[in-house]
C-alpha cells in the first residue's frame, strides 16, 4: 500500500524527468532508429555525443526508479499506476539485451528487468507496449 512518502517520490521522479535536459534526452533516445545492435554500439562507443549523453541520462535514470521499487523505497503498484514510459524504452531496447550481455559480459537494464520479470501486473503493461510497438512498426511499413 503506496505511502504518503511513495507519493512524495513520485513526485520528485516526476519533477527530474520534466527537467530541461531529462526531456531532450527522452525526446532523443525516444526517436533513436535502432536497427541492429550495432547501432546500439555506436550510441555507446562514441562518448561526448549528444546521444551517448542522452542515452545514459535515459537507461541510468530507469534503472535507478526500478531499483527504487526493486528495495521497496517506492510501491510497486504506485509506481506501476504512474509510469509508462519506462515500459516503452524496455520493449524498444529488449531485442538487444542478448547481444549487449554478450558483447558486454553484463545484462543490459537489469533492475528494470528483474522488476518486470518478478511483476505479473508489469510484464503485462510490457507486453502491451511491446505489441503496440511492433504494430506501429508494421504500420510504418518497418
Do not use: C
Amino acid at each position: 500500500m503506496a505511502t504518503p512518502q511513495d507519493a512524495q517520490l513520485i513526485l520528485e521522479l516526476y519533477k527530474l524527468r520534466t527537467e530541461a535536459t531529462m526531456r531532450d534526452s527522452r525526446t532523443i533516445v525516444g526517436g533513436l532508429n535502432l536497427n541492429n545492435f550495432a547501432d546500439v554500439q555506436a550510441i555507446q562507443r562514441n562518448a561526448g555525443s549528444r546521444e551517448n549523453a542522452a542515452w545514459r541520462q535515459v537507461i541510468s535514470y530507469w534503472e535507478m526508479a526500478a531499483t527504487l521499487v526493486l528495495h521497496g523505497t517506492l510501491d510497486a503498484e504506485l509506481f506501476l499506476d504512474t509510469n509508462g514510459e519506462n515500459f516503452f524504452y524496455y520493449a524498444k531496447l529488449t531485442p538487444f539485451f542478448e547481444d549487449y550481455a554478450k558483447a558486454m559480459g553484463q545484462p543490459f537494464m537489469p533492475k528494470l528487468t528483474k522488476l518486470i520479470e518478478t511483476n505479473p501486473a508489469y510484464q503485462q503493461r510490457y507486453t502491451m507496449t511491446l505489441a503496440r510497438i511492433e504494430a506501429q512498426k508494421k504500420q510504418a511499413g518497418g
